[in-house]
């Protein structure tokens, strides 16, 4: 965090204070995790008062406070109209302070992959600020600003959202540089009422680029031209896995454990890649990082240097082989239909006897149970040997899926039922465990590695 003090608090929430001009290490909102010099910062929820936490707070070393209402507390406090709104404009003051350049990130399926490899690119270039696990909300992207250093050269921020607006608030705090949305697809539909609403929430994200900002555009997705004609912005540019545009991808080809190789080209440069994640669907998330990073000075060899350098992003796509035999897909960060699909994509690849162990996909309004059929059927067209499914709407996709229906209430049944099949592969095995995070699917995986593994240990002490 850059050097801050009570009177530069005072100056961005213009609100007075009283008493000396302290200097303050950090903004909080989690009275859990206060320290020394630090300042409170009282949120308001639906379930929760953060007011209520201000004696709490004094008492673990906070040295002031910005609330809604004073508070009966002996601790100096900045009194705004909304603290929500104002951790949003301390975010956003930082940034202007520090204006590293700037890629911001939307999308349904793929963006925290994007972001980590837009910050491994850029790495190589200079000090980067990415976004912190899921802090990409109203809340979370304030935060992440919080973050910036007066060292920070390039900030790459992941902006998510649950309803209309969001994005549009988010991305007026970061202002971008350049900006994209990775895709649409059947996500958090609850809150925006259909496809086309999530559509329009994620097109959000163009209109809070700097004046003279890139609008990056993805010509493989449905609402390419509902963002086209709406963009106010001089410079756009456009990318395709399909189409020869500002930038794309040619020879794609997968190896045994389904990481892909390909040429990135642009009108004039090309350069050869070799990716350590698996699944196809990362070459979009590849040439949507290179896109990206290339209108913030990276060369396509500083592209292929730092995506060839890129490591496992937790809970997506983690490969974990368990013995010789049995592999694990930990693909549980999170689902909906088209994450679900490439997963499904990705095991089709595999060698052996697949299995697919899916929990529910969450937030998909009063189309759940067709989406959860529809990606039953992606699995019995894909071939793949088993479904295994979890929780209440994942029954739609086993009642569609022509094999003996596997699907469990409880984790415990579901992990005896599947160990069960394991035991009985006498060759490669692969498992995907998919699912939203609702379905805490991480947990399948934890206990299915450490069963594998002490099962394996046990066998070969008995040798």
């Given amino acids: 965090m850059i050097k801050i003090d009570f009177s530069w608090l005072a100056s961005v929430l213009k609100t007075p204070f009283s008493g000396d001009n302290l200097a303050v290490n950090n903004i909080n909102t989690d009275t859990r995790t206060i320290q020394p010099n630090e300042v409170f910062l009282a949120l308001r929820g639906p379930n929760f008062n953060g007011h209520e936490f201000l004696q709490a707070a004094k008492d673990k070393g906070a040295i002031a406070a910005i609330v809604d209402t004073q508070c009966d ?59 912190n696990g899921n802090f990409n909300n109203d809340i979370g992207v304030p935060l992440t600003l919080l973050r910036l250093s007066e060292t920070d050269e390039y900030a790459v921020i992941e902006l998510g959202a649950n309803h209309i607006g969001e994005i549009a608030y988010t991305t007026s705090l970061v202002c971008p540089d350049v900006a994209t949305v990775c895709n649409v697809a059947p996500a958090h539909i609850e809150g925006f009422g259909s496809i086309d609403g999530v559509g329009q929430a994620k097109g959000e994200i163009y209109s809070g680029l700097k004046k003279n900002g890139t609008a990056l555009i993805n010509r493989d997705c449905d609402y390419a031209n509902m963002w086209l004609e709406s963009l106010d912005v001089a410079n756009t540019k456009q990318y395709s896995m399909t189409q020869k545009l500002d930038i794309w991808i040619e020879d794609v080809r997968l190896d045994e454990l389904a990481r892909p190789s390909f040429k990135l080209i642009t009108t004039n440069d090309a350069v050869c890649v070799s990716l350590p994640l698996s699944g196809e669907h990362n070459v979009m998330n590849a040439l949507i990082a290179a896109a990206l990073t290339t209108q913030v000075g990276a060369t396509l060899q500083e592209v292929a240097n730092g995506l060839e350098a890129m490591t496992e992003v937790k809970g997506r796509v983690n490969m974990i082989e368990v ?50 059929q529809e990606v039953g059927e ?16 994942s029954s739609s996709a086993s009642d569609v899926y022509d094999k003996p229906k596997r699907h469990f209430s409880t984790r415990e049944s579901l992990l005896s039922e599947l160990q069960a099949v394991l035991a009985k592969q006498t060759g490669q095995c692969t498992v995907l465990v998919k699912g939203s995070r609702s379905a805490r699917m991480e947990l399948l995986v934890e206990e299915l590695v450490n069963a594998g593994r002490s099962d394996s240990a046990i066998g070969e002490q008995s040798c």
């Fill in 73 to 131: 507390v002996d601790i100096p406090q900045f009194v705004v109209e909304d603290t929500r709104l104002a951790l949003g404009l301390i975010g956003k003051t930082i940034m202007e302070q520090v204006s590293p350049k700037t890629i911001a990130i939307t999308g349904s399926v793929g963006k925290t992959t994007v972001k980590e490899m837009c910050a491994a690119i850029l790495k190589q270039k200079g000090n980067v600020l990415a976004t």
């Fill in 323 to 372: 013995t010789e035999q049995l592999r694990i897909v930990d693909d549980t960060y999170n689902a909906n239909v088209k994450s679900v699909k490439a997963g499904i994509d990705l095991l089709a690849n595999m060698a052996g006897y697949k299995i697919l162990a899916l929990g529910d996909m969450g937030e998909l309004g009063e189309e759940a149970r067709a989406y959860h």
């Fill in 378 to 393: 992606y699995a019995k067209y894909k071939g793949i040997d088993e479904l295994f499914s979890l929780g209440v709407l």
